[in-house]
């Protein structure tokens, strides 16, 4: 009896097991741990868990032959931020968001659009020149292969404008002013007349009322989402460009021993988060700014010659960056020649030629 049993229970087994599709009896599972310091408020790690991770997962689904299972480590959980590249060269997270800006001990040639302000208004043409120029240089695309990753996707924000508490309609009229700003783009009021302070974003909306800072250089999308145009009601209309400031990586480990149709998916969809990135910030900036605006805001927009004359008016802040990076053998000079070039073929203007030094 118990024999009968047990063949029963079998072959209903088998019987289930063939019902169903021939892809889900063959899937296997993948586990992956994505991580960053960030949280999902921001809306380009929003979007990893929002689009990237279910379209991976619908993807794959339809092929049939592998599912992951995702460990989704946001907010400084697994890593805090500025962590993000040691945890996914380690392994301790197969995938990060890596912020360039807070690892530029070990990235610093990431930070070349940083330095090379009102080179294009276009986001996807600053991260298709970056992309190119990082892919065709072994010193600069070749240290995620030192730091055991695999590069996935580039992350840009939208175009950089200033917020401040009284007009600005040129760079004379930084001076004496305190210029609120973060990382890098602290060096674009140098030798202004302006004095720059590095910001907390948490912050920034006190700070600006109670006089911390007379104005911030900020993306669009950011001020929106801080309200800044409350206590800072005068928006220069400057554009000093989109910024690339982040990328996806890979474990190359854990890239390695992905099926070759999973590694294909997963190149295919962080290219596409890519463009993603850039429609969701522009469509927040723009209604941020409008609705802004609708409050009382008053916006100052310059002219292309003003914007111009604005940046002739800057000292060349790539000259030092790009010699002491040259010093250290890090070709930052070449870098941006080649990505203001490339730029240059895509259509874009650079109103200055900051490797001219």
Same mark, same amino acid.
């Given at each position: 009896?118990?024999?009968?049993?047990?063949?029963?229970?079998?072959?209903?087994?088998?019987?289930?097991?063939?019902?169903?599709?021939?892809?889900?009896?063959?899937?296997?599972?993948?586990?992956?741990?994505?991580?960053?310091?960030?949280?999902?408020?921001?809306?380009?790690?929003?979007?990893?868990?929002?689009?990237?991770?279910? %379209?991976?997962?619908?993807?794959?689904?339809?092929? +049939?032959?592998?599912?992951?299972?995702? &460990? !989704?480590? *946001?907010? @400084? /959980?697994?890593?805090?931020?500025?962590?993000?590249?040691?945890?996914?060269?380690?392994?301790?997270?197969?995938?990060?968001?890596?912020?360039?800006?807070?690892?530029?001990?070990?990235?610093?040639?990431?930070?070349?659009?940083?330095?090379?302000?009102?080179?294009?208004?276009?986001?996807?043409?600053?991260?298709?020149?970056?992309? %190119?120029?990082?892919?065709?240089?072994?010193?600069? +695309?070749?240290?995620?292969?030192?730091? &055991? !990753?695999? *590069?996935? @996707? /580039?992350?840009?924000?939208?175009?950089?404008?200033?917020?401040?508490?009284?007009?600005?309609?040129?760079?004379?009229?930084?001076?004496?002013?305190?210029?609120?700003?973060?990382?890098?783009?602290?060096?674009?009021?140098?030798?202004?007349?302006?004095?720059?302070?590095?910001?907390?974003?948490a912050n920034i909306y006190n700070d600006m009322q109670s006089g911390v800072f007379d104005a911030a250089v900020l993306a669009d999308s950011v001020a929106a989402a801080v309200r800044l145009g409350e206590v800072a009601p005068y928006r220069t209309q400057i554009d000093y460009g989109p910024m690339v400031f982040a990328g996806i990586t890979i474990n190359k480990q854990r890239w390695d021993r992905l099926p070759a149709d999973v590694r294909q998916v997963f190149g295919e969809v962080f290219q596409e988060y890519q463009d993603k990135v850039v429609e969701l910030l522009g469509a927040r900036a723009r209604d941020g700014v409008a609705e802004m605006i609708a409050k009382g805001m008053t916006n100052i927009a310059l002219t292309t010659a003003e914007r111009r004359a604005w940046a002739d008016a800057m000292p060349n802040i790539a000259a030092d960056w790009a010699k002491d990076l040259d010093a250290r053998h890090l070709p930052a000079r070449q870098v941006i020649q080649t990505y203001l070039g490339k730029l240059r073929a895509m259509g874009s203007d650079p109103l200055r030629d900051w490797s001219n030094f």
């Open positions: 009896m118990k024999r009968f049993v047990f063949a029963l229970t079998a072959g209903l087994a088998l019987a289930a097991a063939g019902a169903l599709p021939s892809g889900a009896a063959r899937a296997d599972t993948i586990k992956l741990t994505i991580s960053t310091g960030q949280a999902p408020v921001f809306p380009y790690i929003g979007l990893i868990r929002d689009f990237a991770i279910p %379209e991976i997962d619908r993807r794959l689904a339809a092929e +049939g032959k592998h599912k992951i299972e995702w &460990n !989704q480590a *946001y907010a @400084g /959980t697994l890593v805090k931020v500025g962590g993000e590249l040691d945890a996914v060269s380690s392994g301790l997270a197969d995938v990060g968001v890596v912020l360039f800006t807070a690892h530029l001990s070990k990235l610093p040639l990431h930070a070349v659009t940083y330095f090379a302000p009102f080179a294009t208004t276009d986001a996807r043409q600053a991260i298709r020149a970056f992309n %190119e120029t990082q892919q065709g240089m072994k010193d600069f +695309g070749g240290v995620w292969a030192r730091n &055991n !990753q695999v *590069y996935l @996707g /580039t992350i840009s924000v939208e175009a950089f404008n200033l917020y401040s508490k009284k007009p600005v309609r040129s760079i004379a009229d930084l001076k004496g002013l305190k210029v609120g700003a973060i990382g890098p783009n602290i060096h674009w009021f140098r030798d202004t007349g302006a004095a720059g302070v590095t910001f907390n974003l």
